[in-house]
């Protein structure tokens, strides 16, 4: 199975600063990748797939890069309601897998 | 609008066998994939695998291949997550959700609220 990576594990950060979460594959992935907010209590949230690709109704402050075996999300402006756990996920090859997470907190 | 409306909680001993459920509604419940994810208390997010409805073609993680059983019924637009014999290990959330596109290869597009089991005697 492909093994993805996550890091930081958490981060402190405020209101109004730059975030970037990295995520490795252990193989190739091409830009089968997507990202996932999780708030405490709630299920998660589908934010961009296809490595870039926003998913309707989710803020432009939020944005994906990457191809291949490295890949980033970044918040341009973290707003209060950012603070939660995002995942990674890549739907290459079965299993799917997704990354342990990282926590955003104040 | 899509929603995915999953069963309440359930509370079992281990040993005993448990069908979680998962409605969708606002597309065509045939033409996507629907899978589900684990989450165990504390922890993070794990591919359990998903079902075709429309012909119950299923792709299993290996982690939960024999430990678990997908089933969908077409006529009521219903997905189901089962288990023969629980055990303490699969206290969890369990979430249902369905691919973006017809491909397999796909994103978990919409989510449903979870489903809590808790196992224990």
């Known amino acids: 199975a492909i093994r993805m990576t996550q890091s930081p594990s958490s981060l402190s950060a405020s209101t109004g600063d730059r975030v970037t979460i990295t995520c490795r594959a252990s193989q190739g992935i091409s830009s089968y990748l997507a990202w996932y907010q999780q708030k405490p209590g709630n299920a998660p949230k589908l934010l961009i797939y296809?490595?870039?690709t926003l998913h309707s109704g989710v803020p432009s402050r939020f944005s994906g890069s990457g191809s291949g075996t490295d890949f980033t999300l970044t918040i341009s402006s973290l707003q209060s309601e950012d603070f939660a756990t995002y995942y990674c996920q890549q739907y290459y090859n079965y299993p799917f897998t997704f990354g342990p997470g990282t926590k955003v907190d104040i | 609008e899509v929603q995915l409306v999953q069963s309440g909680a359930e509370v079992k001993k281990p040993g005993e066998s448990l069908k979680i459920s998962c409605k969708a509604s606002g597309y065509s419940f045939i033409d996507y994939w629907i899978g589900w994810v684990r989450q165990m208390p504390g922890k993070g997010l794990e591919w359990m695998g998903i079902?075709?409805?429309?012909?119950?073609?299923?792709r299993y993680s290996p982690s939960f291949q024999g430990q678990v059983t997908f089933s969908a019924d077409k006529s009521i637009n219903t997905a189901y997550l089962q288990w023969r014999s629980l055990k303490a290990s699969d206290t969890a959330m369990y979430y249902c959700?369905?691919?973006?596109?017809?491909?397999?290869?796909?994103?978990?597009?919409?989510w449903g609220r979870g489903t809590l089991v808790t196992v224990s005697s």
């Open positions: 959700a369905v691919q973006r596109g017809d491909t397999g290869f796909d994103d978990f597009q919409f």
């Open positions: 296809g490595a870039s």
């Open positions: 079902i075709y409805p429309a012909d119950s073609e299923t």
